[in-house]
């Protein structure tokens, strides 16, 4: 079988293959797959091996995403494909992510993705699962389908992304929920094989030089990342650099993959970093993974009363008006109209 030649890559004179699509620039002989395992050196070209692949499909409400302030109570068509270009040793979906039997996976193409997405009456299609950056290419494509269709795009992702790659990708995204795994270099050195700066790079792109809807994810992880200092620089560097009104999901652990030695993550903490998140300047956090009441309300900036409550996944009552809060009129920062 014959793949497709992927875009963002460079030849070496020594025949190497150089990829540009993520901070890892894996180098690649003739053969050699790069750290992701979805991307090969074939006979001096770059190719991607899961693009016109799917691991499998789903309905799901975009709160589940997260997304709380992207066309609430919709359903949007979720789908992904295998492979990862981080290592986190506490993954949750690593049965994807480290997939290397590729034998479930599914052929599929853009215009069938979009048929599903409308017959199931899905506002947009969410690119999820696993990393969608390492399968850029085919994200685009069906991305590009989902625009001409009236569909919104949805990047769920580390963004963990090389520059020239990373505004070819968004510029074709609506809303991203983009996973801040910690706020320490080591922490991102020691758990998930990666860094951190192009995580905080791609974010300020996203912020300052994009009108993509941002929300974040932090997966609390007991005595990893939970640390009352490391949370408040989190939230204060959001504030600084990406603005009070980016809704933040704090989500809980639970132990899996290779990161067995931990206990769960316990309310407590998630309601203990949701303060700390607010009394440093952060205007909408919420708490996943876990029944909360208020951790899944959004509440008004202005007047404090509930405007969106949730229960579970689903929207229970919402006091909106064209986007502002039905009982003071404050403006609710988000998108609440297709
Ligand atoms: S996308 Fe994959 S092959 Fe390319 S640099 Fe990143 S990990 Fe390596």
């Not at 979906?93 to 409308?118: G, H």
């Not at 510029?171 to 860094?195: E, I, P, T, W």
């Not at 408040?232 to 652990?253: C, D, I, K, N, Y």
């Not at 998140?277 to 909408?284: P, Q, Y």
Request: net charge negative; glycine share 8%; with cysteine.
């Amino acid at each position: 079988m014959t793949f497709p030649v992927a875009r963002w890559w460079h030849l070496e004179e020594s025949g190497r293959v150089v990829c540009e699509l993520c901070p890892r620039s894996c180098t690649l002989v003739e053969g050699q797959e790069g750290y992701c395992g979805v991307r090969v050196n074939d006979d001096g070209s770059l190719r991607t091996t899961v693009s016109g692949f799917t691991s499998g499909f789903a309905v799901d409400p975009i709160e589940k995403k997260p997304l709380y302030h992207f066309l609430p109570g919709t359903d949007v068509l979720s789908f992904g494909t295998v492979g990862c270009n981080m290592g986190c040793t506490f993954c949750q979906n690593w049965s994807l992510s480290q997939a290397e039997d590729f034998s479930r996976l599914k052929a599929s193409d853009p215009e069938s993705i979009v048929q599903a997405a409308r017959a199931h009456h899905c506002a947009g299609v969410a690119f999820t699962y696993n990393e969608p950056i390492i399968s850029a290419e085919f994200c685009l494509e069906v991305a590009q389908a989902c625009h001409a269709a009236g569909l919104k795009t949805i990047a769920v992702t580390a963004g963990y992304i090389a520059e020239p790659a990373r505004e070819a990708f968004f510029q074709h995204m609506d809303a991203a929920n983009v996973d801040l795994k910690g706020f320490s270099d080591a922490f991102y050195r020691h758990y998930c094989g990666a860094s951190l700066e192009p995580v905080l790079e791609t974010l300020e792109y996203l912020a300052l030089k994009t009108s993509v809807w941002v929300e974040l994810t932090t997966l609390l992880i007991p005595e990893a990342n939970d640390s009352p200092d490391e949370l408040r620089a989190l939230a204060s560097w959001v504030v600084e650099h990406l603005g009070q009104e980016v809704p933040l999901h704090f989500s809980a652990f639970h132990p899996d993959h290779r990161l067995l030695d931990r206990r769960s993550t316990p309310l407590s903490t998630l309601q203990a970093a949701r303060s700390i998140a607010r009394e440093n300047g952060l205007s909408f956090v919420y708490l996943g993974n876990v029944r909360s009441a208020d951790g899944s309300t959004t509440f008004c900036p202005g007047c404090g009363k509930a405007v969106i409550t949730r229960d579970g996944y689903a929207v229970s009552a919402r006091h909106l008006v064209e986007g502002k809060c039905a009982f003071c009129s404050a403006l609710i920062p988000g998108r609440f109209s297709t």
